[in-house]
């Protein structure tokens, strides 16, 4: 151990001192989903400095990468957009003898449809998009997303500013795939989002921020960011609708123009470590896809019903998928609920 630590230091002490773009890895993630203990972790422990930068959605990430060098070695893209991303020939496939921890995930996070050999991507955590809510003033608690909806709530609560996701929210309202490929469908939900803009106090990704601060009572938010918030507000509560909702695996991978591959494999192997994937959701609260790092959670996250929802919960969630050309129609609803 102390070996380690002093191999660590030297380490440490000779490369970040260099400073050369061999001893930086770029990770280009979501707000608040890579912990400072995280960071200073790896570069101490491999004398690389980590720098993290955010990005707020999956469209923005995929229109970072396509704008060219970005200079990335490490992003976080979402399911669907891993399957839109290796069509467009931006990651680059994972060498997984240099990834020994893939063997510390479990099955049933592997072999998605969006990477059925998981060539191009290695899951970080899952979770649900579901409502956030201040028990102390939203009451009686929201069982459906209608609540987004509701009059009484008109400028205090907050959308996600994510097209799938929030075009998401109104089909599923409507009685829709969340990955419906209707038009009419389609055309249903932009006008409910259109409806709703103004009681919408805000269009916004980071509802730990928000929610935490009580800038908004209630918000439809990803389940670890609502956690977050009640990390810090304990009367915070998270509930998934009754009409379902989505869920997500978020996913790291290495873009096929990052700079330093190297860094980035072992990076990515240092994540799946059980203890340091532990702290992984012990910072985001979003769930594990490693099963040995639940014994390093306390117990309040180990078995937390909200990370880990029971089946009859788990049975109302549906994933969103890579719509193909169909993706420009939800561009272009976005767009006219943004702009009105
Ligand atoms: N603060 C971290 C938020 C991570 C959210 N993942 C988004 C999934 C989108 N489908």
Redesign the pocket.
Known sequence: MLKRMLLGLILTVTFLGCGGEQNRLHVFT????VGDEIRTGFESEFGVRVVVDVFAS?EDLLAKLKSGASGYDVIMP?DYMVAIMVKENLLSPLDLSKIPNFNNISGQFLKRDFDPENRYSIPYTW?T?GIGYDSSVVNPPPDSLSALWDKRYSGKFSMLD?Q??SIGAALKLLGYSVNSTDLRALAEAKAKLIEQKPLVKQYK??A?EILGSGDVVMAHC?S??AFRAAARRSSIKYVIPKEGA?Q?I?TVCIPASAPNKAAAAQFINYLLRPKINAKVTEF?KYGTCVPAAREHLPDALRNHPGIYPPEEVLNKLES?RDLGEFTRNYDRAWTEVKAK
């Open positions: 979501w707000a608040n989903y999956n979402s979770g998009a994510d799938r996701e990704n980071e730990d990803w670890g960011d989505t997500f978020d985001t969103l």
